[in-house]
């Protein structure tokens, strides 16, 4: 079965330091990857996903199919990163879907 | 670009009747919607996948009856949710994805029912 694994529910840091948010996944599949994250009294937005190989705010995640994992990482947190960071898992089971995991939340101090 | 909206942004209800709530892709024709539902501190969960002009696809365990989704255009879906009780308060959360073939969804700002 898909699943989508966040092993931390909280991840507090000092401004910056460096961030890992850790997403473990399992899907026999092709995976497609995304990072969303959800600011305070905002939407869910999409942050990153595997297929661009891009940067976002400094954030940066790699798809290591060996360790099914898609870890998310900023090398110096800001405050502003304070939010709730969701990984999510995407696959053709006809309509697209995705599969959240059940989300860290970064807590960036000063 | 890839704005979905969601009306109305907070409902209270009272128990037994029922509430409708709309999702609309803004500028984008969305071939799919997707309807979740997520509870404090918690993550979404995916309630039902819609696809304009079929029938919704419900997740295990959401009950269809109970949750009536209708998917009419290609930017508009509506989820009712039918004699809602207190448990059903939650929030409701939309996304849609559009003609890409990237599972890539954009979320609308979500709906509060609370049922009193």
């Known amino acids: 079965a898909q699943r989508v694994t966040q092993p931390e529910k909280l991840l507090s840091v000092f401004k910056g330091a460096p961030v890992e948010l850790k997403c473990n996944y399992s899907y026999s599949g092709s995976p497609e990857l995304f990072w969303y994250v959800q600011y305070s009294r905002q939407r869910l937005q999409l942050l990153l996903r595997h297929i661009s190989r891009e940067s976002i705010k400094g954030f940066t995640a790699d798809l290591n199919k060996g360790e099914t994992s898609f870890h998310l990482k900023k090398p110096f947190a800001q405050e502003e990163d304070s939010a709730m960071y969701y990984c999510?898992?995407?696959?053709?089971?006809?309509?697209?879907?995705?599969?959240f995991g059940a989300g860290t939340r970064l807590a960036v101090h000063p | 670009g890839a704005v979905v909206s969601q009306h109305p942004s907070w409902v209270i209800c009272k128990s037994g009747t029922s509430v409708k709530i709309e999702c609309r892709s803004l500028d984008f024709q969305a071939t799919t919607m997707f309807w979740y539902r997520q509870f404090p501190k918690q993550s979404l969960m995916l309630m039902a996948t819609s696809n304009e002009g079929s029938k919704a696809t419900y997740e295990q365990g959401v009950e269809k009856d109970k949750f009536l989704i209708n998917h009419a255009s290609l930017t508009l879906s509506t989820l009712t949710v039918t004699s809602a009780h207190p448990e059903d308060s939650s929030f409701y959360i939309c996304?849609?994805?559009?003609?890409?073939?990237?599972?890539?969804?954009?979320f609308g700002p979500g709906t509060r029912l609370t049922v009193l």
């Open positions: 999510a898992l995407g696959f053709s089971g006809g309509y697209n879907k995705l599969i």
């Open positions: 996304s849609a994805t559009g003609t890409s073939g990237s599972n890539e969804q954009f």
